[in-house]
């Protein structure tokens, strides 16, 4: 029995002519903004970063920081409770990974976001 080949060469031949009548790739209009200045380090991603990360997201949505770009408050407690129940999440997933100092820091961010949030929410 013969083997069947399929010849496939004609793939390669019509990517060459759509790139032909393409033109060269043109470079991007605008030149891209770097998002941090040279002058500073990398960031070092850590959990004591991801936890500060978190609780200020939670109390921007909270109000109790202004949006960046309005420098307005902005209020959201589903968004608010949403973030802290992810800090929650944390703490029980990493329960006994935990230096002392992390534990303490979330705990201890918890505790004030959720007096927070308790604080703001409306009363059943």
Known sequence: MTEKRVDESWK????????????????????????????????????????????????????????????????????????IDELGILEQKTAGNLTPDEAQALKSILYELRMKYIRKAPKP
Do not use: C, H, W
Request: aromatic residues 6%; negative net charge; hydrophobic residues 30%.
């Open 12 to 83: 390669e031949e019509v990517q060459r002519e759509k790139v032909k009548e393409q033109g060269p790739e043109k470079p991007p209009s605008g030149k891209a903004r770097t998002a941090q200045p040279s002058g500073f380090p990398p960031m070092q991603a850590s959990f004591g970063t991801l936890l500060a990360e978190l609780a200020m997201q939670a109390s921007l949505f909270l109000g109790e920081i202004p949006d960046p770009e309005t420098n307005e408050p902005i209020e959201d407690l589903n968004r608010a409770k949403y973030l």
